[in-house]
Nanobody, 120 residues
Framework: QVQLVESGGGFVQAGGSLRLSCVAS??????MAWFRQAPGKEREFVAT????????AYADSVKGRFTISRDNAKNTVYLQMNSLKSEDTAVYYC???????????????WGQGTQVTVSS
């Protein structure tokens, strides 16, 4: 059983930056991902990273602005978000799975989410 706890969300003006963290407890040899869900919209893929950290993938909407990384010694995955836009406003969730994928049904474990609000 894996438990995931996100932190780092908050309120920021457009053009600003935030760094989200997700700490995992339990077995840690999982691929990890970030998803987000805006009000009235379906949950969408943001980024994913393999267990080794050697491979990453991003949604087109965040490519070049967001960076996913991990520190396995700390059982932590990060999402560095730069050049934030109002359309990035959402609850951000981290998730764990045996392999990377862009679909949420691939992921077995989920955190509770952290709110990111970007003001224009």
């Amino acid at each position: 059983q894996v438990q995931l706890v996100e932190s780092g969300g908050g309120f920021v003006q457009a053009g600003g930056s935030l760094r989200l963290s997700c700490v995992a407890s339990g077995p840690s040899n999982y691929a990890m991902a970030w998803f987000r869900q805006a009000p009235g919209k379906e949950r969408e893929f943001v980024a994913t990273i393999t267990w080794s950290g050697s491979s990453t993938a991003y949604a087109d909407s965040v490519k070049g602005r967001f960076t996913i990384s991990r520190d396995n010694a700390k059982n932590t995955v990060y999402l560095q978000m730069n050049s934030l836009k109002s359309e990035d406003t959402a609850v951000y969730y981290c998730a764990a799975a045996r392999s990377t994928a862009r679909i949420d049904s691939n992921y077995m474990y989920w955190g509770q989410g952290t709110q990111v609000t970007v003001s224009s």
